[in-house]
């Protein structure tokens, strides 16, 4: 397995919290890979995106669901590769809801 990635960010999904990552990030971290969870309000997209922006390391964010939306947005030179597990992938121009 590659040792040399970026942060692994673990975005949890609706009527759960970064603790659904629990056993995914421990399996990353005894093979060398930092890990941490980012917290989604679900407040608004934008503050969501903002929360995934805020981890200090390069991140290769993943999720599933809206998670995988909220990697998608992301803009900053620090989100290096993206990981949708099963997660919502719209185009630039597709609306999230309808």
Same mark, same amino acid.
């Given at each position: 397995?590659?040792?040399?990635?970026?942060?692994?960010?673990?975005?949890?999904?609706?009527?759960?919290?970064?603790?659904?990552?629990?056993?995914?990030?421990?399996?990353?971290?005894?093979?060398?890979?930092?890990?941490?969870?980012? *917290?989604? !309000?679900?407040?608004?997209? %934008?503050?969501?995106? @903002? $929360?995934?922006?805020?981890? &200090?390391?390069?991140?290769?964010? #993943?999720?599933?669901?809206?998670?995988?939306?909220?990697?998608?947005? *992301?803009? !900053?030179?620090?989100?290096? %590769?993206?990981?949708? @597990? $099963?997660?919502?992938?719209? &185009?630039?121009?597709?609306?999230? #809801?309808?």
């Amino acid at each position: 397995m590659m040792t040399n990635v970026s942060t692994a960010a673990w975005m949890h999904r609706a009527w759960a919290d970064g603790s659904s990552w629990k056993e995914v990030a421990r399996q990353a971290r005894q093979n060398g890979i930092k890990t941490v969870t980012s *917290s989604i !309000s679900f407040t608004a997209y %934008a503050d969501d995106v @903002a $929360a995934l922006e805020r981890v &200090d390391d390069p991140a290769v964010p #993943a999720g599933r669901a809206y998670p995988g939306a909220i990697a998608g947005g *992301s803009r !900053s030179d620090r989100v290096k %590769a993206l990981v949708h @597990a $099963a997660a919502l992938a719209p &185009d630039e121009r597709d609306a999230l #809801a309808h």
